[in-house]
């Protein structure tokens, strides 16, 4: 129980910084956040039968629109009314069919909960100490938007399209 809890306090401990994470990726690859410094992240979970699926289309136009300076990453997850049921395979078909996804899509995860991926606890506890709100994961598109340097600089909510006026200011300003 002890080496269990060190090994666990060491794997939190090392990952003080987004660029420490590496994750599953949907296609059975890995996603390493190392790859991306020097641009901004956009961090959203994600899920195929919600009314906010629409903003696959919407976060894919972004990704092409400021390619090269921003990276989109999604995260599937099944936290909220049971709405990404999908394999890690069907959730990849689902999202180069019918949205026509290239930016980058993680293994599904648990975004909340006693099973919360690590890369979301770090988020959370991010977003807690600089008070940015909402402070949970309130429903799928949470979007997390992570500076060049890797800082949390903004949160929006579910409903906060990927063109509204505060996320283009946000990806736009310098920080």
């Known amino acids: 129980m002890l080496k269990t ?5 060491l794997i939190f401990m090392k990952a003080g910084a987004i660029y420490d994470f590496k994750v599953d990726a949907v296609d059975g690859g890995k996603i390493n956040f190392a790859d991306y410094k020097g641009k901004k992240i956009l961090i959203v979970n994600t899920a195929s039968m919600c009314g906010n699926t629409p903003q696959y ?3 894919e136009k972004l ?5 090269g300076k921003l990276v989109i990453i999604g995260f599937p997850a099944n936290n909220f009314g049971s709405q990404e049921p999908g394999t890690n395979k ?26 919360i991926h690590p890369i ?7 977003s807690k100490a600089k008070h940015f709100q909402p402070e949970e994961v309130t429903w799928n598109f949470q979007k997390y938007l992570l500076d060049e ?5 903004a949160v929006f ?4 399209q990927p063109f509204a006026p505060e996320v283009i200011a946000a990806i736009e300003k310098k920080y």
């Open 5 to 9: 809890l060190l090994i666990s306090m």
């Open 57 to 59: 289309a919407e976060l």
């Open 63 to 67: 990704y092409k629109k400021y390619e």
């Open 90 to 115: 069907e959730i990849q078909e689902f999202c180069t069919k019918k949205y026509a996804v290239t930016f980058p899509m993680a293994a599904k995860i648990s975004v909340k909960g006693s099973d």
């Open 120 to 126: 979301y606890k770090w988020l959370l506890e991010e």
């Open 149 to 153: 340097k890797g800082n949390l600089v």
């Open 157 to 160: 909510a579910p409903k906060t």
